[in-house]
């Protein structure tokens, strides 16, 4: 099990690496998961459009882009958040901006665990899921 945690561009945020990585395998194993490669990459909205851009042929600012790594119940991948936009929608939101980083580290999780948000029901399921995990942090932290 490797999850490692890299910034780019930006002031690494201040997460706790450790109970964050505690959080991420426990949620993956609610959903009988096991942890593999998992790389985070903390960058501004540059980095990550130029990423968009080149590897998925889309021209625009998103919070995070999932690449799907996984195999069986293993799940690995590489995992981008722009703390630019997070901080945009957190303001946009209004919640917190570490609740909504935290919104999106799990959210790239709960992608390689297998869920997905293109409809209006797997969004919804999408955002169940996501409240979940975050009481499961709140718990556990």
Known sequence: ???TFQAENITFPKIK???TKSWIKSVAQN???KIGEISYLFCDDEKILEVNREY?????????ITFDYSEDD???GDIIISLDTVRTNSQKYQVDFMEELHRV?????????GLNDKSPEEEKAMREAENDALNLLKSIS
């Open 17 to 19: 690496r450790q109970a």
């Open 74 to 76: 293993k799940i690995s």
């Open 105 to 113: 580290i799990i959210h790239g999780i709960l992608h390689l665990c």
């Open 1 to 3: 099990m490797a999850i």
């Open 31 to 33: 959903y009988d998961k």
């Open 56 to 64: 998925l042929s889309h021209d625009y600012y998103t919070d995070i």
